[in-house]
């Protein structure tokens, strides 16, 4: 049982290792270097620290080696997740300076002339994307880096703002639901001061951009007395603090509802959570999605005689979006040269159908080439390959007959006797209806005589 008992914890502290995520960020230190150039250092973010000191990281200036304090746990809770064979995300640092809203509608959020002093020292931004997150957090980081044997600097994260859906694809003409999700704790000084317990009014702001034109979408001031200005595009936001904690940390919920979407919907969303003189920002990518419909005709058989050419074929690829990435490709299976071929002939597409609802459809023509008996029983088939589709695609096939090689089945001299049977009980009902409108006729003309 030892044995056993052994590997049983192993697995225990495994899974609790992946449940609570890396324990460091690798990131990208960016700053303005001057004349429209940026310049890149190493940094890390140290997440959770084991028994003991930091690791060291001699690699890193002790200024871009950040120990970062997560009151709120919305950092380690994005990371808890996070897939352990999924690529490392993307994480960059800037430096940030703190300053009031500059939109009308969020002036209520500074009332104050200038920022107050709690606000003062050094701040950064970190922001990291993957495909399964992304988020920015405003971190506020120690003057001094804390001394050997490991040279680090303490920062704490303030104001985080997450999405779970950083590249949401929508089926056409369905409902979106971009998700966020923020999280903020006062600096102390701010706090112990704060006449006001609970959570601070805060702003939501989300903005669309697409080919290169953007426009404001939302925006909401919960509890403040301001004039919003009217949401597009029947967009509703929920937006709320989660919790009433007299002192924080608190977490808030700013998700997006987008009724119906259509394709001039797509694009960037840029969340923007708004604090007094503190802003966090993520994008989402919005792609809306419909795959096509496959038909083929003549269907499902095709006739030609040895030595003549099928009639031409024609594939209905149909209401699919969007209108790029599209593929049709011609295949003959079961011909002479084997059990699958590409099928041979002059082939082209037709121009592009455009219907109220933003999908696109077009149909793509074959003129095979004059078949031979070899040919009897193969089949056409047009392949169609599309972004909205699995890899393998979508197809639809015709059987190919050739005349002289094929004798009417028993379903066909079944089909054809009760055919005839049918078209025999009509002549004779008809040669009745006849006779007895004749005799009907001829009673009513002795009568009159």
């Keep these: 049982m030892k044995p056993l008992s052994l590997l049983l914890a192993v697995a225990l502290a495994l899974v609790t290792a992946v449940s609570a995520g ?10 303005d270097a001057g004349g429209g150039r940026l310049t890149k250092k190493p940094a890390a973010l140290l997440l959770r620290q084991g028994p003991g000191t930091p690791p060291p990281r001699p690699d890193l200036e002790p200024e871009l080696y950040l120990k970062v304090h997560d009151p709120a746990g919305a950092l380690q809770a994005a990371f808890r997740r996070y897939p352990s064979d999924a690529p490392a995300p993307h994480c960059e640092l800037s430096h940030y300076v703190p300053f009031p809203a500059s939109a009308n509608w969020a002036r209520g959020l500074t009332p104050e002339q200038s920022c107050p002093r709690s606000l003062d020292g050094t701040w950064l931004m970190v922001s990291i994307s993957s495909s399964i ?3 920015s957090s405003l971190l506020r980081v120690q003057s001094e880096p804390q001394p050997e044997p490991a040279l680090i600097t303490l920062a704490t994260a303030v104001l985080t703002v997450l999405t779970h859906s950083p590249v ?9 639901l971009l998700d966020l999700n923020f999280a903020y704790m006062p600096p102390i000084s701010e706090a112990a001061t704060s006449l006001a317990p609970g959570p601070p009014p805060f702003g939501l702001e989300w903005r669309h951009q697409h080919l290169g034109k953007g426009h404001l979408l939302l925006a909401a001031t919960p509890g403040l007395c301001e004039q919003m200005p009217t949401p597009q595009e029947g967009a509703v936001a929920f937006v709320a603090w989660d919790d009433d904690e007299p002192w924080g ?14 394709p001039f919907q797509e694009g960037a969303y840029l969340a923007t959570i708004h604090l007094p003189y503190l802003q966090g920002q993520v994008t989402l990518e919005l792609a809306v999605q419909k795959p096509p419909k496959v038909s083929l005709m003549p269907a499902p058989l095709v006739w030609a005689a040895p030595g003549e050419a099928p ?21 003959l299976r079961g011909g002479p040269e084997g059990s699958f071929q590409k099928a041979k002939g002059q082939r082209w597409l037709s121009a592009l159908s455009h219907h109220s609802d933003g999908s696109v459809s077009l149909s793509a023509h074959l003129q095979p080439i004059p078949v031979t008996a070899k040919h009897h029983g193969a089949r056409y088939a047009c392949r169609v390959h599309h972004p909205t589709l699995p890899a393998l695609g979508r197809s639809a096939e015709v059987t190919l007959e050739v005349a002289g090689l094929s004798g009417p089945s028993l379903e066909d001299g079944v089909g054809l006797f009760l055919s005839a049977f049918l078209l025999l009980g009509l002549i004779k009902a008809l040669g009745w209806a006849a006779a007895y409108k004749s005799t009907l006729k001829d009673s009513e003309e002795k009568k009159v005589q």
Excluded at 22 to 31: G, H, L, R, T
Excluded at 168 to 176: C, T
Excluded at 249 to 262: C, D, E, F, M, S
């Design 133 to 135: 997150f992304r988020l």
């Design 22 to 31: 890396p324990a460091v960020i690798e990131c990208w230190m960016v700053e």
């Design 168 to 176: 949401p694809r929508i089926q056409l003409g369905q409902d979106a």
């Design 249 to 262: 940390p608190w977490t808030g919920n700013g998700t997006l509802w987008l009724p119906a979407v259509r």
């Design 311 to 331: 009639p031409e074929l024609v594939c209905h690829v149909s209401h699919y979006y969007p209108s790029e990435g599209l593929v049709v490709e011609w295949e």
